[in-house]
């Protein structure tokens, strides 16, 4: 058990130079191979033809891709950086005991469905602009996570040349998230001055996050369903929803907004404890913070959200996957549903 922890979890990266591959985790609800990202292209009517926009941010979901497959495109259609951060949730960091520092990983290339993507370099010079107190380097948590694999064929297929630079968010309060933000936000800042790269051109911020997670049914015993699970139920679900996305995650961001979003989903004296069930509920406020601050040192300005896109696995008719080999890995009923939002920010 020893020798697994130190294996696992530690704050220096990779200095042997190895190439470290993670493969991927969930080969159900997310595709593994190129024929399956271009045949769910085709379905859903996606042309993916060549923009000039340079969003610096965005919030995408992470569902299977027969419920959230449009959303996905829809969140990524304007980063068309080179160099993207990625900040995902840390599904299973209770079982690591992982809280209230992020988490990168020592892998130096990610398998996805168009081959092998490089970890940047610039992972390895953020991390040397950190503060050791704020970081872990645990490759076990970031192997099993699925919130950013969900996202990585998108992106890969949108530009065959681009980087990531992954990071999950687990459970975090708020004084650690405001701090730890600061100093991402910094250590970017440093290296992107140091490349002469630009914001939203050359390097830009991808959130990982699913919405409300709702229903009486296969929620692990759970009743998750606070309104009722009747149709006026799941209408008031959706408006509970809409009503954080106006508040706190669109228009002008600050880090009021992102405070008060944290507190409206988690219990301020216990923040593992969510009120509201978004499993973004960490990643969305830390991603928004370090996104508007790197913004601040750049720009001096804050940055603008706008939503494009809200949608659950239920509103919608999923569009077929069994027959390229895909599936999913929950039901989709009135009883057991998830929301998906799509935000970009400029």
Known sequence: ILLFSISACKNKPNALGKEHTRGLHDTIGFAQYAWQMDTIYKRLNIEDTPNEL??????????????????YYK???????????????????????????????????????????????????????MPEDSYLIHDDMQALEHSLEAIV?????????????????PYINYSDLDRISTDLAKAVHEVMRAHNLAYGKDLAIVISNDAVHYGDTDWGGKNMAPY???????????????????????????????????????????????????????????????????????????????????????????FDVEDIRMGTTAIATQNHWVAYVSIKYE
């Open 54 to 71: 340079h969003w610096k941010a965005a919030i995408c979901p992470h569902d299977d891709y027969k419920y959230a497959g449009a959303l």
């Open 75 to 129: 969140s990524l259609e304007g980063i068309n950086a080179k160099t993207i951060l990625m900040i995902g949730v840390a599904h299973k960091a209770k079982n690591f005991e992982l809280q209230d520092k992020i988490i990168f990983g020592d892998f130096t290339r990610w398998k996805s469905p168009y081959g092998i993507l490089p970890v940047s370099g610039l992972n390895k010079e953020i991390l040397e602009n």
């Open 153 to 169: 064929p998108f992106l890969h297929k949108k530009n065959p040349d681009v980087e990531i630079i992954p990071v999950l968010v």
């Open 228 to 318: 009722g699970v009747d149709s006026l139920g799941t209408a008031r679900a959706r408006a509970h929803d809409k009503m954080l996305i106006d508040k706190y995650l669109t228009g002008t961001l600050d880090m009021h907004k992102i405070q008060s979003f944290l507190f409206d989903t988690t219990y301020e004296d216990n923040y593992k404890e969510y009120k509201w069930v978004w499993c973004g509920r960490y990643s969305v406020p830390f991603g928004l913070a370090t996104a508007n601050k790197l913004n601040l040192l750049n720009n001096k300005l804050s940055l603008w959200g706008t939503e494009l896109a809200y949608s659950s696995s239920i509103d919608h008719k999923p």
